[in-house]
């Protein structure tokens, strides 16, 4: 089987990503919330407005997961896989059968189309966002909303530059489980 | 919040991710909690006396590596159901051969031997307590194994815990082995299976719960 172009460019930049390269992460995610965009809304033309809410999902627990992939793996099978479950979970819970008439099961066109117009994520992430404690709030808005570098941040707040970088990751994570809980 | 501004957002966690995540962290799971098994049969029950002599009979062997190779095959497949995307395929044979290997020689051995002596080999001194102290035996294992899960992206939750319930019943049994003194095959095909099938059974139940993310 040839792997596709999208394959192999997301494959590699997906790799440097891991490796601590955090312009090619930021190009990979970029690429791959297109594709995901694409392969969710075609699935879920039933409900457009989730389509956001998923990408960013799935964006955010590809991140939290990204150490259970191993690079002899095709990255398509590891993001198809994840899309599925979290697609499966979202319809789970809206409890609909019709929905399930889509074969999901096709794991090649996970990057076969992107798609570039995002509508409004529904879901208020910055919502959630300040529903977590400080630790992990205070480093991820300045960083993130602010554009500070991770050194200015921790001038800001008096944190160690480990302690911005710890709390964006464990933040990162309490987001995904914030997200989890407000679905349920 | 927009998508583009999540994606900065997760760029800026970019730092460095350990390889092979999933089979480090099981085997570190492993190391820490095979030591309480083994532990908690030696205080509670205590290694058979006579191991030195058992050394010599094949029995013996049967009884250890049967669950040590259901212990492995459990460690693989989950490694395996613990990383979207990843298909257990043959790994599933790691199971079913042992077993069945061990079945056919409980037939066997129940064939070949004098009538009398056959319900003897089906009960043994310890049927009552054998099934309880594996399942007991390899709680420590268990536990580790689903804590460590829960840290992994299984797809497939309940599945999952089932192979993570097949690794501690393994080595629960295995452990068990150096204290019991059953040898009769058709014994072991049936209460150290039987042993093993609770971790399992519990797996299945608490992953399909448990392991969601």
Same mark, same amino acid.
């Given at each position: 089987?040839?792997?596709?172009?999208?394959?192999?460019?997301?494959?590699?930049?997906?790799?440097?990503?891991?490796?601590?390269?955090?312009?090619?992460?930021?190009?990979?995610?970029?690429?791959?919330?297109?594709?995901?965009?694409?392969?969710?809304?075609?699935?879920?033309?039933?409900?457009?407005?989730?389509?956001?809410?998923?990408?960013?999902?799935?964006?955010?627990?590809?991140?939290?997961?990204?150490?259970?992939?191993?690079?002899?793996?095709?990255?398509?099978?590891?993001?198809?896989?994840?899309?599925?479950?979290?697609?499966?979970?979202?319809?789970?819970?809206?409890?609909?059968?019709?929905?399930?008439?889509?074969?999901?099961?096709?794991?090649?066109?996970?990057?076969?189309?992107?798609?570039?117009?995002?509508?409004?994520?529904?879901?208020?992430?910055?919502?959630?966002?300040?529903?977590?404690?400080?630790?992990?709030?205070?480093?991820?808005?300045?960083?993130?909303?602010?554009?500070?570098?991770?050194?200015?941040?921790?001038?800001?707040?008096?944190?160690?530059?480990?302690?911005?970088?710890?709390?964006?990751?464990?933040?990162?994570?309490?987001?995904?489980?914030?997200?989890?809980?407000?679905?349920? | 919040?927009?998508?583009?501004?999540?994606?900065?957002?997760?760029?800026?966690?970019?730092?460095?991710?350990?390889?092979?995540?999933?089979?480090?962290?099981?085997?570190?799971?492993?190391?820490?909690?095979?030591?309480?098994?083994?532990?908690?049969?030696?205080?509670?029950?205590?290694?058979?006396?006579?191991?030195?002599?058992?050394?010599?009979?094949?029995?013996?062997?049967?009884?250890?590596?049967?669950?040590?190779?259901?212990?492995?095959?459990?460690?693989?497949?989950?490694?395996?159901?613990?990383?979207?995307?990843?298909?257990?395929?043959? !790994?599933?044979?790691? +199971? /079913?051969?042992?077993?069945?290997?061990?079945?056919?020689?409980? =037939? #066997? &051995?129940w064939f070949v031997a004098p009538q009398d002596e056959r319900s003897a080999m089906i009960w043994g001194q310890t049927w009552r307590v054998c099934t309880?102290?594996?399942?007991?035996?390899?709680?420590?294992?268990?536990?580790?194994?689903?804590?460590?899960?829960?840290?992994?992206?299984?797809?497939?939750?309940?599945?999952?815990g089932a192979a993570a319930g097949a690794m501690a019943g393994g080595a629960g049994a295995a452990v068990y082995a150096l204290h019991c003194t059953e040898? !009769?095959?058709?014994? +072991? /095909?049936?209460?150290?299976?039987?042993?093993?099938?609770?971790? =399992? #059974? &519990?797996?299945?139940?608490?992953?399909?719960?448990?392991?969601?993310?």
């Amino acid at each position: 089987m040839a792997k596709s172009e999208a394959e192999t460019e997301l494959h590699d930049l997906f790799v440097r990503g891991l490796d601590g390269d955090a312009q090619a992460y930021r190009a990979f995610l970029q690429k791959l919330s297109l594709h995901l965009r694409a392969f969710l809304g075609r699935r879920l033309f039933g409900w457009p407005d989730e389509v956001e809410d998923l990408v960013q999902e799935c964006l955010l627990a590809m991140h939290n997961q990204r150490h259970t992939y191993q690079s002899d793996q095709p990255l398509t099978a590891w993001v198809h896989a994840i899309a599925r479950y979290k697609m499966i979970d979202l319809l789970r819970a809206k409890s609909s059968r019709e929905a399930l008439h889509d074969p999901l099961d096709d794991e090649l066109a996970v990057f076969a189309d992107s798609a570039t117009e995002a509508s409004d994520a529904r879901r208020d992430l910055a919502g959630l966002l300040q529903t977590l404690p400080d630790r992990h709030r205070l480093p991820i808005v300045h960083v993130k909303l602010e554009g500070l570098s991770v050194a200015e941040a921790a001038r800001l707040t008096g944190m160690s530059e480990s302690a911005i970088k710890v709390g964006i990751h464990r933040g990162l994570k309490a987001l995904a489980l914030k997200i989890k809980e407000s679905a349920s | 919040m927009k998508t583009d501004d999540l994606v900065s957002l997760l760029a800026a966690d970019a730092a460095p991710v350990p390889r092979r995540a999933a089979s480090q962290r099981l085997a570190m799971a492993l190391l820490i909690s095979l030591p309480l098994s083994f532990a908690w049969m030696a205080f509670e029950h205590g290694v058979r006396r006579d191991l030195l002599q058992a050394l010599f009979w094949p029995m013996f062997w049967v009884k250890l590596i049967f669950p040590a190779c259901i212990a492995a095959a459990g460690f693989v497949i989950v490694q395996r159901l613990a990383r979207p995307g990843v298909r257990v395929r043959s !790994a599933w044979m790691g +199971l /079913a051969v042992p077993i069945l290997a061990l079945w056919v020689l409980a =037939v #066997v &051995a129940w064939f070949v031997a004098p009538q009398d002596e056959r319900s003897a080999m089906i009960w043994g001194q310890t049927w009552r307590v054998c099934t309880f102290n594996i399942a007991v035996i390899s709680v420590p294992v268990f536990v580790a194994a689903l804590a460590t899960l829960k840290t992994l992206a299984p797809t497939q939750p309940a599945l999952a815990g089932a192979a993570a319930g097949a690794m501690a019943g393994g080595a629960g049994a295995a452990v068990y082995a150096l204290h019991c003194t059953e040898l !009769a095959a058709p014994f +072991l /095909a049936i209460w150290y299976v039987v042993g093993i099938a609770v971790p =399992v #059974v &519990a797996g299945a139940a608490i992953g399909h719960r448990l392991l969601r993310w």
